[in-house]
Nanobody, 123 residues
Framework: QVQLVESGGGLVQAGGSLRLSCAAS????????MGWFRQAPGKERDFVAA????????FYADSVKGRSTISRDNAKNSVYLQMNSLKPEDTAVYYC????????????????WGQGCQVTVSS
């Protein structure tokens, strides 16, 4: 079992930055991959980024590539999502997810989810 708690969301103006954090507990953190997803009102939950257990490999959705960085600190059992040059279309609830089985790009691959944190980007 893995428990996840996100933090760091909020309201920011377009062009600004936010850093989301996700603290994990339960199983040994360094043994599983992590992902970030987001869900806007009335839309599906979309892949944002993923990172391998060691942190050596990262993957991004085209919509955030070049503007966002996923990282992890296995000593702190935490994964982060640094988001820069934010746009109003980045507004969504952001979720971290753990231990995918299957495609890391698919929300269906993840069994463990945080409660989500709201990110609102004003124009």
């Amino acid at each position: 079992q893995v428990q996840l708690v996100e933090s760091g969301g909020g309201l920011v103006q377009a062009g600004g930055s936010l850093r989301l954090s996700c603290a994990a507990s339960g199983r040994t953190f360094s043994t599983y991959a992590m992902g970030w997803f987001r869900q806007a009102p009335g839309k599906e939950r979309d892949f944002v980024a993923a990172i391998s257990p060691s942190g050596g490999s990262t993957f991004y959705a085209d919509s955030v590539k070049g503007r966002s960085t996923i990282s992890r600190d296995n000593a702190k059992n935490s994964v982060y999502l640094q988001m820069n040059s934010l746009k109003p279309e980045d507004t969504a609830v952001y979720y971290c997810a753990a231990d995918p089985e299957g495609s890391w790009y698919s929300s269906r691959a993840y069994d463990y989810w945080g409660q989500g944190c709201q990110v609102t980007v004003s124009s």
